[in-house]
C-alpha cells in the first residue's frame, strides 16, 4: 500500500513539474537586444511549485537561483557584457525554456504620436522620404525592431503586444520611419546590434502618456479629466493616463539607453500646459526606470499652416520656444530642430531621414561621446543695436553662419510700437545684421516665430537654428532661455 501511495504521489510531483510553466513578458523573447554592459531586469511568472527557478545566461556561463513570490511572480538582474551575440538564456523551473538569438547591444524606446509613429511606407498620400531606398537598404541583421501594439488601459497592466523582428524590408514597413533611421545611423558608427522598441499612438495628447500619480496634479488645468475605473478596461486613447498604462507602464525596467520622444501636434495650443507635464513626465519616467537620468532626446513641433494658432502672436512658435527652452532646464535632454523640415499643408512632413539623423547626432556626441559630430545648430546668444541696425549673436557657429536662402526671408524686427515688419538680413561671421526700412528704431528681432515658416538659417555644419525672438512680449508664463 505504501508503495502504491509513494508512486502515486510521485507520478502527481512529476506530473506538477511536467505541467510548471514559465510566463514572459512579450518583449523578452527569441531575437531580442538587450542592453549591453548594465544590469538589466529580468522577469515574469511561473507556475513552479518550489518557488524557486533558475536562469543560465550563456554569454558568462553565470547561473542565477530566483525566488518566485506566492503570486509566481519572479524577477532578477542579469549582468550583460559588452555587445556581441547570438546568446541563449535558458530557464528552468522543473522543465527548460530557451530564449535563442539574444543579442547584446544598445537598445533605445522610441514614443509619442503619429510623427513617430509613421512607418517608413508612410501614410495614405503622405509619404516618407526615400522610402524606396531605405527599403532597399533594409539588410542590417544587426538591427531589431519590436513594435507594441496601440491599447489603452483604464488603469495600468503589466502585459502588452509585441514581437522582435529583424528590421529587413518587410518588418520596416509599419515601423517608425524615425525610430529605425535613428537605429541605421546608431549601427552604423557604434558597429553593435540596435534595439528599437516602438510604442507610439497618432492623435494624443501627453496626458495619455503620464502616469496617474503625476497626472493627478494637473488635472484642474487640463481639458481631459481623469478617471478612476475599478478594473481594466478599453478606453479612448486620449484619456488620460491610458497609453502610460497599457504601453509604458509593461516596458518600465526594461534595459534602455534612452528614450526618443516626437509628440507635441495634439498639444500646440497650450504651450504653458506643455512647459509644466512635460519636465514632470521625464522625471516620473525616469524615476520608474531607476537608471538614472538616462538620455531624453526628443523632436521640435514642425511648422505646419494650421487653421487654428495664436491671434496676437502664434501658439505654435511660442510651442516651439518652449521645447527649446526644456533642454536647458531639464537635465540629459536635447531637441532635434526641424524648422526646415515641416510642410505648409501636411502635419506628417516627409523628410524623416533629416528628423532622425539629427537626433543620431545628438545621441552620438552628448551620449557616445563622438565630440567630432555637431548636433547643435545656431543659438541665439544676445543682440546689439547701433543706429537702424540690429545685430545677432549666436553660439554654436564658431565657423559662420550660412543662409539657404540668400539672403534670409525669415527676419523680422520691431520698434516701440511692437510692430514686427521684414528684415534684411546679412551675415557676418557667427552675426546676422537686420535692417527694415519700416523700422528706424529697433529694439527687437524675431526669427520664424510664425505658424508657418520654412527656415533657412543653418550653422557651416548643416544644421539649422530653431525658430526664437529677443522680445517677451505676450510672455507665457514658462518665460525665456
Known amino acids: 500500500m505504501k508503495k502504491i501511495i509513494t508512486s502515486v504521489l510521485v507520478c502527481l510531483l512529476m506530473t506538477s513539474w511536467s505541467s510548471a510553466k514559465v510566463i514572459l513578458p512579450s518583449f523578452f523573447a527569441n531575437g531580442m537586444v ?77 514614443s509619442g504620436q503619429s510623427n513617430m509613429e509613421m512607418p517608413v511606407q508612410g501614410f495614405k498620400d503622405q509619404p516618407v522620404l526615400n522610402s524606396s531606398e531605405i527599403f532597399k537598404n533594409a539588410t542590417n541583421k544587426n538591427i531589431h525592431v519590436f513594435r507594441t501594439i496601440k491599447e489603452a488601459k483604464g488603469i495600468a497592466v503589466d502585459n502588452m503586444r509585441g514581437n522582435w523582428q529583424v528590421a529587413d524590408s518587410a518588418a520596416i514597413r509599419l515601423f517608425s520611419a524615425v525610430g529605425y533611421l535613428f537605429a541605421v545611423e546608431l549601427q552604423q558608427k557604434l558597429k553593435v546590434p540596435v534595439g528599437i522598441i516602438q510604442s507610439a499612438w497618432g492623435g494624443t495628447n501627453i496626458s495619455s502618456w503620464m502616469s496617474a500619480e503625476t497626472f493627478k496634479d494637473f488635472e484642474k488645468e487640463n481639458r481631459y479629466k481623469l478617471k478612476h475605473p475599478d478594473s481594466v478596461i478599453k478606453t479612448d486613447r486620449n484619456a488620460p493616463t491610458a497609453l502610460f498604462n497599457g504601453m509604458i507602464n509593461p516596458l518600465v525596467g526594461y534595459g534602455i539607453r534612452g528614450v526618443l520622444w516626437y509628440q507635441g501636434e495634439h498639444n500646440h495650443r497650450e504651450p504653458d500646459f506643455y512647459a509644466k507635464v512635460f519636465p514632470v513626465m521625464i522625471k516620473d519616467w525616469r524615476t520608474r526606470w531607476g537608471i538614472g537620468d538616462f538620455p531624453f532626446y526628443y523632436v521640435q513641433l514642425a511648422p505646419n499652416e494650421s487653421v487654428k494658432d495664436g491671434e496676437q502672436i502664434s501658439l505654435s512658435a511660442l510651442f516651439r520656444e518652449m521645447q527649446y527652452n526644456t533642454q536647458f532646464a531639464v537635465p540629459n535632454t536635447a ?62 557657429a564658431e565657423k559662420g553662419l550660412k543662409a539657404f536662402t540668400t539672403p534670409s526671408v525669415n527676419f523680422e524686427l520691431a520698434g516701440t510700437d511692437k510692430v514686427f515688419h521684414p528684415a534684411k538680413a546679412q551675415i557676418k561671421g557667427n552675426t546676422v545684421i537686420l535692417q527694415s526700412d519700416q523700422v528706424k528704431k529697433p529694439i527687437a528681432a524675431r526669427y520664424g516665430f510664425k505658424m508657418w515658416v520654412m527656415g533657412d538659417l543653418y550653422n557651416t555644419e548643416g544644421l539649422p537654428a530653431s525658430s526664437f525672438r529677443t522680445d517677451d512680449w505676450f510672455a507665457p508664463s514658462y518665460g525665456k532661455k
Open 34 to 110: 538587450l542592453q549591453q554592459q548594465s544590469q538589466v531586469n529580468f522577469w515574469g511568472k511561473s507556475s513552479n511549485p518550489s518557488k524557486t527557478l533558475s536562469i543560465s545566461t550563456s554569454w558568462d556561463k553565470k547561473k542565477y537561483e530566483v525566488t518566485v513570490d506566492a503570486e509566481g511572480k519572479w524577477k532578477t538582474k542579469l549582468a550583460t557584457p559588452k555587445a556581441g551575440g547570438p546568446y541563449t538564456i535558458t530557464i528552468n523551473d522543473g522543465n527548460n525554456f530557451q530564449l535563442r538569438e539574444i543579442w547584446i547591444g544598445e537598445v533605445w524606446l522610441v
Open 335 to 396: 531637441m532635434s530642430v526641424t524648422l526646415d523640415a515641416g510642410e505648409q499643408k501636411v502635419i506628417h512632413p516627409a523628410n524623416k531621414p533629416a528628423v532622425a539623423k539629427r537626433l543620431a547626432a545628438i545621441a552620438l556626441n552628448q551620449t557616445y561621446g563622438f565630440k567630432e559630430i555637431a548636433y547643435a545648430g545656431p543659438s541665439y546668444k544676445s543682440f546689439t543695436v547701433k543706429g537702424n541696425q540690429l545685430t545677432l549673436s549666436f553660439d554654436n
